[in-house]
């Protein structure tokens, strides 16, 4: 949080993160990406099944040494979004709840991501040795806060007392 209480922009777009993982629709993770570039969101993702495929939470995992193989991953359905909305992610950084898989590290390098923001750890993965190779900066900060702090009471005074004058 910067000194002005405000979230710092990684803290921002982690949060944003955050949210999109609300959208998961496998119970085994929920994780959400944001690729953002010059401060601005380019695309979002989470885990989820396949467009017009039954969801996890609906009909069960596909399991797969031991992964669930039924949902694409969130950055994979970030990676999409951008390039359905032919939207140019050369140089995003992405902001991932949890850290990527080796089959999506390898993804988000191919697509020029140089930069990934992430809070929580992904265990069994070269994410981070392909990153480090591919010259992509890796930032690990602390969860943000899961608060949003939204005053709408002070706000509604406040315009109160201006219409007032």
């Excluded at 955050?18 to 690729?35: I, Q, Y």
Aim: glycine share 4%; aromatic share 8%; hydrophobic share 40%.
């Amino acid at each position: 949080m910067s000194s002005n209480g405000r979230p710092t922009w990684d803290e921002y777009f982690l949060k944003l993160a955050m949210l999109a993982s609300e959208r998961a629709t496998c119970p085994r993770m929920h994780c959400g990406c944001v690729l953002v570039k010059d401060r601005f969101v380019l695309a979002t993702g989470y885990n989820g099944s396949l467009p017009g495929q039954p969801h996890c939470e609906d009909v069960g995992c596909l399991i797969v040494d031991n992964h669930c193989v039924r949902t694409n991953h969130a950055e994979i359905n970030a990676l999409v979004q951008a390039t359905t909305h032919r939207v140019n992610i050369k140089g995003a950084t992405a902001y991932i709840t949890n850290m990527s898989c080796t089959t999506c590290s390898k993804a988000l390098i191919a697509a020029g991501i140089k930069r990934v923001v992430v809070f929580s750890d992904f265990h069994d993965t070269l994410a981070v040795k392909f990153f480090n190779d591919a010259n992509v900066e890796i930032v690990k900060v602390d969860m943000p806060n899961k608060m949003i702090n939204y005053d709408l009471e002070s706000y509604s005074s406040a315009k109160k007392t201006e219409k007032s004058k």
